[in-house]
């Protein structure tokens, strides 16, 4: 491997969230000094994922089957659907363990400020998917910032002829969190979304 190539390495993973410059080279030295037991089994695993690795043409997660596991899975309840922004988000509320409905990635939210409309989302499938008879519940799991309210709002006035229940994620204090410490924000949802004592 060239020096050239090196760079290369550092400059590709400095481009991955968390990573910089500094880091990138880290991680570039661990690779090179573990070669067998690190670099040889990411280069097979990421040359594998390239090949077997796809979106999910009913939900749009990733998995190397489609549908996906979650799709499939007939344990699963077919009748709520949790809308998300993207797979990160779809992948936070599965390690929660708690929710054992089905998903639909939206891909981003809509933003006028990077030119982002309806037809850039996938939301004409999620439509399609509520106007089913089995489906009940759509649960808006859009961020808590202005594109994800902004989102949540529209796909609810496209939701309303499918006769489907709309709900969204409850906002407001973390558990072990001080009011003291919140932001604005934060504590104004979490009096809007009191609860009965």
Known sequence: MTHSDIDELIRLFSKLPGLGPRSARRVVLTLMRRKEQLMIPLAGTLARALESVRSCSICGNLDTHDP???CTDARREGTTICVVEDLADLWAIE????????YHVLGGTLSAMDDRGPSQLNIEPLIARAAK??????ILATNATIEGQTTAHYLTTRLEG???SISRLAQGIPMGGELDYLDDGTLGAALKLRLPF
């Open 68 to 70: 996906c596991g979650i």
């Open 95 to 102: 390690r929660c363990n708690l929710y054992r409905g089905r």
């Open 133 to 138: 008879e089995e489906v009940k519940e759509i």
């Open 162 to 164: 499918c006769h489907v």
